[in-house]
């Protein structure tokens, strides 16, 4: 990796450093697995693993945008609701007579829009990136409601049966969409390895000023990042409209936060550098399998909110402990807050 000869002392730390937290998120999920199949009986039921799949496509599909955004030290909150108005404008293509490809293209060109928007509000006018997507968020939430008006809970129930197949075929038992996710997986992390893009990638989140100063076009790559990410939460969007049959209001609500958790659970930083799919990936399964145990154990809602929560801070502040003391680096670099002229 390109970044390796600007910090030697400190990027092969990170890379152990990821490695190490990805094989730790690898062997507690397994252990959750065990865990839940010997004390909780109908964990194995089919109909549990099949919402286990169905749960984890998107958010894998998700968090592979998102981990993107985390190797270049960024994040988007939008996600979820992305992913909500994603849905409803697919649906309401389909019901306006575009066709099953026309529909899918609207939903996608939502995300690539927003995305669009986000990146050029970070990169371009240099507004914080959490302040920038938590305001898209409610502009993109207070769109869905009023697109959906009058509707109950959701609306657009009449999709071809093509449509619905896209959600709801299986392969052996195995749920496309869930088939689907491991390839998109898969691939990103081969790009984000082995190309000049993911080794670019790597530099910016890394080292910004080194980044710069060879040549990187830090705001081209920044955008790319948040239309990459806009463009996965919304084909999520399409998929999971397409398993339920429905445009629903409440899609993608609170998402945004479990996927952040399960990137940073996988290997991700807040700082940017590191992180690979296949740690969001373990991640996505760590979260998706901590919620399937409150379910099956009748966890209160009000205990498993606290839980995730207190995962969300434990993370964080290990890794922002594990950074400060190897980089050396001011707490305002650590969340984000650093100036983003830097390398551009």
């Known amino acids: 990796m390109a970044a390796r000869s600007t910090r030697p002392e400190t990027m092969p730390f990170l890379k152990r450093w990821r490695l190490e937290q990805e094989a730790i998120t690898l062997a507690v999920v397994a252990?959750?697995?065990?865990?839940?199949?010997?004390?909780?009986?109908?964990?194995?039921?089919?109909?549990?693993?099949?919402?286990?799949?169905?749960?984890?496509?998107?958010?894998?599909?998700?968090?592979?945008?998102?981990?993107?955004?985390?190797?270049?030290g960024l994040f988007d909150l939008s996600v979820g609701a992305v992913m909500g108005l994603s849905g409803i404008v697919t649906a309401y293509a389909l019901s306006a007579g575009f066709g099953m490809a026309g529909a899918i293209v609207c939903g996608l060109a939502v995300g690539a829009v927003i995305g669009l928007a986000n990146g050029v509000l970070v990169a371009v006018f240099r507004i914080n990136h959490l302040i920038a997507t938590l305001g898209m968020m409610y502009m993109v939430r207070g769109l869905v409601e009023v697109m959906l008006i009058g509707t109950g809970l959701g609306g657009f129930t009449e999709f071809p049966a093509a449509f619905t197949l896209l959600g709801n075929g299986q392969v052996?038992?195995?749920y496309g969409m869930f088939i689907f996710a491991l390839a998109l997986v898969i691939a990103g992390e081969f790009i984000l390895r082995r190309t000049v893009l993911g080794r670019r990638l790597y530099f910016l989140g890394g080292n910004p000023e080194a980044a710069g100063m060879i040549g990187i076009n830090a705001t081209h790559l920044r955008i790319g990042a948040f239309v990459f990410s806009g463009l996965m939460a919304s084909l999520a969007g399409v998929l999971v409209t397409a398993r339920i049959g429905m445009a629903n209001r409440y899609l993608g609500v609170g998402l945004e936060m479990n996927i952040i958790i399960a990137c940073l659970v996988g290997g991700g930083s807040i700082a940017g550098g590191k992180g690979s799919l296949i740690g969001a990936m373990l991640g996505v399964g760590f979260i998706s399998l901590m919620t399937n145990a409150f379910n099956l154990f009748e966890v209160p809602s009000e205990w498993q909110s606290s839980v995730i929560g207190l995962v969300l801070v434990v993370v964080v502040v290990i890794d922002a402990i594990m950074l400060l003391r190897k980089q050396r680096l001011s707490w305002a670099t650590i969340f984000g807050l650093r100036s983003l002229h830097a390398g551009r």
């Open 31 to 72: 252990a959750l697995v065990l865990l839940l199949a010997l004390g909780a009986p109908a964990f194995l039921n089919a109909n549990n693993l099949d919402s286990l799949q169905t749960s984890m496509a998107p958010n894998m599909i998700i968090a592979i945008g998102m981990m993107v955004l985390f190797i270049t």
């Open 172 to 174: 052996f038992g195995i």
